[in-house]
Each structure stands twice: as structure tokens, then as C-alpha cells.
């Protein structure tokens, strides 16, 4: 995503946003070594903690980069602010193929990132693109529970998390539909991705 965190600094400063949101409050990159030896790059960005602590998932990709890492908490910090959530805006990367790690090296990974970026009251990391719950359990295993969002209900997380940014999604949709009184016979959506985001849109879209 070459040029994201370019194009987000001027979509700021466009809507007459303040210069220090063209700034990070601090970005963290941290190499994790594997037991078999391979090391990771992975990167947490906290793009700024004004009106609360850091919000924003942790994203594993071999293609994701710190450019597109800063972008992402930038918005955070944007959408956060709109819906007027005591919340700022942070990103985790992880720069690796998913399918090339076994469950226990993805264990061990989250573990040290647990270890290695904490949360201290200030960061809530969350599940993200190829990322999930029990990546989660391993990360608060290390920084403490009580600050990360997305963990398995039996580890203290919530029934509906799993689905709720895909049936916010849809939701939205309808909403905006019955705001601007547009009504349509047999209305048709596009969902873009599958993820588990655009799967349960789909779904209550369906419905």
C-alpha cells in the first residue's frame, strides 16, 4: 500500500485537521526471533492517544508494511474521534505469511509481542486481518487481560464480537437506506472480501 500514510496526512489536512495529528505519539517496531530461528518484523503504531488509550487491531500479512501500518491508525484515531469515543487510534503489523506458522509459533508470537508492546492502560490491540482470538489469549497471556479485545468468550471476551463489525456493517446500510427514505423493490449490495467482516455483512444483508 505504497503511498497510504501520504494520501491519509493530506485527507487531513484537507478537512483543516490539527498538525499534530500529521504525527505519531510513538511507533514501535520489534523483531521477534522463533524458536527454529526465523526472526519476524512486526510494528505498533499509536497515532494519538488524546482522547483515551490506542484502539486498533494487530494484522498479519507478508505484504503489509509500515506505510500502510501508519495510515491505519491515523483513521482509527479519525473514526474513533467522529463517533465521539473516548478512544485514540493505533495499528499492529505483523510482516509474515500466516499459513508459514504453526499454532504454537503463532503462540510463541503473540506471547512476545504480549511481552514486547503491553498495553499498560494506554493500547487496546484486537484481532485484525488473518488474526483471531486465540492469537489474542496468547497476547494478553503476556500483558494482561484486561486491555485486549477479540479474546474467546471463555477467556473473558464477548458472544457477539465475533460478528459485530460485519452486522454493524449491514446494519449501517439499512440505516442509511430508510434515512434517505430510498426505497427499492429487490435491493442489492456489493460486499467487497470475505473476511469476517464481509461474510457475516453478507449474511444479515442476505436476511
Known amino acids: 500500500m505504497d503511498n497510504l500514510w501520504a494520501s491519509t ?44 488509550p490506542y484502539k486498533g487491531g494487530i494484522r498479519m500479512a507478508d505484504y503489509a508494511d509500515l506505510d500502510e501500518c501508519k495510515a491505519l491508525s491515523a483513521l482509527m484515531s479519525l473514526k474513533c474521534a467522529v463517533n465521539n469515543l473516548p478512544l485514540g487510534g493505533g495499528k499492529g503489523i505483523i510482516i509474515a505469511d500466516p499459513k508459514t506458522l504453526t499454532r504454537f509459533e503463532r503462540d510463541y508470537l503473540f506471547h512476545e509481542l504480549g511481552k514486547a508492546w503491553g498495553t499498560q492502560g494506554c493500547d487496546c490491540p484486537a484481532p485484525d486481518v488473518n488474526t483471531n482470538g486465540a492469537d489474542m489469549t496468547a497476547f494478553a497471556y503476556a500483558s494482561g487481560p484486561e486491555w485486549v479485545t477479540g479474546k474467546p468468550v471463555g477467556k473473558g471476551g464477548l458472544r457477539l464480537r465475533e460478528f459485530s463489525t460485519g452486522w454493524g456493517t449491514a446494519w449501517h446500510a439499512i440505516w442509511q437506506l430508510d434515512k434517505n427514505k430510498t426505497y427499492m423493490r429487490y435491493p442489492t449490495a456489493i460486499v467487497e472480501g470475505f473476511g469476517n467482516c464481509g461474510q457475516y455483512a453478507a449474511q444479515m444483508l442476505h436476511t
Open 9 to 52: 496526512k493530506q485527507l487531513i489536512t484537507k478537512a483543516g485537521g490539527a498538525s499534530e495529528l500529521l504525527e505519531h505519539d510513538v511507533i514501535i517496531q520489534t523483531l521477534i526471533k522463533l524458536p527454529n530461528g526465523r526472526v519476524i518484523e512486526c510494528y505498533r503504531c499509536r497515532h494519538n492517544g488524546r482522547r483515551g
